[in-house]
């Protein structure tokens, strides 16, 4: 089974690091995933019998790290949710991404359209809004480091909206990059307001050569 790193955990929410590769929840290949992984944590560590309820709110993709919560409780659950549509879930990403980026700085705003077939479109006309702040904080070798604050969730969004500016993500095949090796995103910073005492909750990964190996 795969390690569990708890980042913090009460009656009500969970925090852990996803390791890349691993799923945020189970799909049709029936690979282990983050949810069974807790759930199997927390039915053993509390002896808890039958099924044991863990409220998935939001994911990851499969070649993610970072930070995720979930809800122990079927009203942390609610409240959890209830912050990522009003906004007040926020999450950073850093990202190394193909070749030197022109601007510097800058916000990108698209339409991203996700299909049934999990296919995904952008700037269509019936796509959702996705936007994302992002910042250079180190060039090398022909790629670029970013600092990311996510402003909205769509499926694929980080990896889809650089990959339309012609700077996909280092070792993302599936959008366009030129290299081969490992997608290097991680989700190294998630905040937000605890469902149940209110208080103002912030977890960070401090960025190093372990954690972005191309950097």
Known sequence: MTRLVILYEDNHIIVVYKFPGVLSQSDNTKDL??????????KDRYHKPGNVYLGLVHRLD???KGIMVFAKTSKAASRLSEQIRNGQMHKKYYAVVDDILKEK???????IEKLDN??????TPNGKEAK???KVIKEKDNLSLVDITLLTGRYHQIRLQF???????????????????DL???????????????EK???????NSQIMTNF
């Open 132 to 134: 994302l702040k992002y």
């Open 201 to 207: 909750m912030l977890f960070e990964i401090v960025l």
């Open 163 to 181: 990959s339309s500016i012609k700077h996909p993500l280092y070792g993302d095949a599936l959008y366009g990059s030129k290299h081969k090796g």
């Open 33 to 42: 995933d983050m949810h069974t992984i807790i759930k199997m944590y927390l």
């Open 184 to 198: 290097t995103l991680i989700s190294y910073s998630l905040s937000f307001i605890h469902p149940i005492t209110k």
């Open 62 to 64: 499969r070649p993610t």
């Open 105 to 111: 700085e800058g916000i990108l705003e698209n339409k």
């Open 118 to 123: 999990k296919k995904v479109l952008i700037d």
